[in-house]
């Protein structure tokens, strides 16, 4: 049976149905955040989602994803956008050294969606926050002729004493490391898009999944604020973009060698000429980029379990990020003007 | 000179341009929230907004505008779209009896857009936050075939003992009252698409004005809060489409009188014909919708210093508006099931 469409069903039928299908999963989330000291008073339907919580720090990101240019539903699925819209704002919460708590979701919505789509997409939404916490308590649902997803999330530091992770407190001398292996998204998203070539069902549900389920360090990022990291960003736009943005916040220069980069033996074997490029230029790995004293990234090796790599220095510098090659020369690297406006 | 465009100036000179053009302002009302009691760590540049701030409850609101379906560039300038889009949002906080703290901004947007007006937007957004507070501390810009804001804004409530302004708290033989007049926003809308003829540069100014910059009711939504008003909603979708969402929320019924609605000289003296029609179904006005007993509203009077009007009584009953005409008989209403998603 075709699905109904967003246009045949009306606004308040839909988004009744949306609420109906979340209405248990996001209710023991709600509780969740009830045990961690939240009151919820008022989530979806009224003007404004309402709650009390403890003292402490907030925290409050925002992330959307636009059809035909961050996604494709013909190598996306609904339940798996769902999961990727809020993993990228988790990813941001994580990388504060937060956790997550509220989120409201804004739909942008062509009329001929069809309903049973966007009840996988909220799905999907359910599906990351059981893993990794926060609940949703609102949104808007409005007509467009782009689809989009907009999702606004709040965080909390753990305690009011908590230290939040920023961009802007890198200092020279201080390694730059990386949680995951990196470009196994890219890698992915190369495979989906253009039917790359990778051998092997293993192999591609691997690349598949890390583009369309990203995982974020929720729980890593609360530990390196914990154990004395400053500053932290998570990976979105490839490590090297991203690096300059902690260079440029901070008004350091970095120094990355190429052969510390984390790459998966997946990664490798599925693109072996272009699996570097892949993990230093890639994005959406949504790992955790961040710098620290060497005692204190070596501290971090035995409490966090996941792999974490150093991949490099801070220098002082003109906020630029130079890759070292196994030669010891500095690499050109592709990557380094991304602008999301061009082609 | 023509404007630079948007995919010629490149993702961070952009960001650069638009912080620059709000620091002074923004940077004033960062003070403000400072002097009632927050801390603002950490605003645009990072992966999310940080601050402090005292106890109590905070509310999350979400509302957006898409081009040719919320907007058009031909009737409303760049200027006033920034002041529209936060303002809707302003709505939204200030019918929770709460007042706004820091608000995030989403821009999709296609290469296309001359840069000068999106800056010309973000002046918008400090002339409504310079009348009633709040401060922009980051968001996010996408590429987006499709032009859009959004705009994702948290509130407090005045003190950890406040009362906050609900949908589901109407109860029968509470009247229904609701601020300022109606109507002008859409007879507005209706002369800037179909050039309707409106005599006198006074008359078009305020019909124009009316829906190009809603004055959201910040500071009557904190009175009616502290003056025994529990129930209240802003009129985005219309007079008797929004109360029609309170009967739902509240599981009452609702018969709205005619003969006294508020409508103004220039909105009656402009649609001779039609101003009821705007006045109950128009939509946009961003006035306080609220119901109470007959003694809260009379106290209200002297105390709010915008109109407030009674236009009706809260009933027992089915969820359902009755419109009751002059002659004591319920009138048909052309708007009650608006839908978003129709033509």
Chains 1, 2 share one sequence.
Request: proline letters at 4%; charged letters at 20%.
């Amino acid at each position: 049976m075709l699905s109904m469409l967003v246009r045949e069903i009306g606004e308040f039928p839909l988004i009744d149905k949306l609420a109906q299908t979340i209405a248990e999963d996001n209710g023991s989330l709600i509780q969740r955040l009830d045990e961690r000291g939240f009151r919820t008073l008022l989530a979806i339907g009224d003007d404004a989602a309402a709650w009390d919580g403890p003292p402490g720090t907030r925290v409050l990101t925002t992330d959307t994803m636009v059809e035909a240019v961050h996604f494709n539903l013909d190598y996306t699925d609904w339940r798996d956008l769902g999961w990727k819209a809020l993993a990228t704002n988790l990813s941001d919460i994580a990388a504060m050294g937060c956790s997550p708590t509220y989120s409201i979701v804004t739909l942008g919505l062509r009329g001929d969606l069809p309903v049973d789509g966007l009840l996988d997409m909220y799905r999907g939404m359910m599906d990351v926050s059981k893993v990794h916490g926060g609940a949703l308590v609102g949104g808007d649902i409005v007509k467009s002729p782009a689809f989009f997803v907009t999702v606004a999330m709040q965080g909390a530091a753990p305690s009011s004493d908590a230290t939040i992770l920023r961009r802007d407190t890198a200092r020279p001398g201080d390694l730059i490391a990386v949680t995951g292996p990196l470009g196994c998204s890219s890698g992915g998203l190369r495979m989906l898009m253009s039917g790359a070539e990778v051998r092997g069902n293993v192999a591609r549900d691997h690349l598949r999944y890390a583009h369309n389920r990203p995982v974020p360090q929720v729980k890593t990022g609360l530990l390196l604020a914990e154990h004395g990291v400053l500053t932290a960003m998570d990976v979105s736009d490839g490590l090297v973009n991203d690096l300059a943005k902690i260079c440029r916040a901070s008004k350091v220069g970095a120094r990355l060698n190429a052969g510390s980069i984390p790459a998966d033996a997946i990664l490798k074997a599925s693109f072996p000429d272009d699996w570097l490029d892949l993990a230093l230029g890639g994005g959406e790995d949504y790992e955790l980029l961040f710098t620290a004293s060497a005692s204190v990234i070596n501290g971090l090796q035995s409490i966090v379990d996941v792999p974490i790599s150093v991949v490099g220095e801070i220098t002082d510098g003109d906020n630029s990020v130079a890759v070292i090659g196994s030669d010891g020369k500095a690499m050109a690297v592709g990557h380094g003007g991304w602008n999301h406006f061009e082609s």
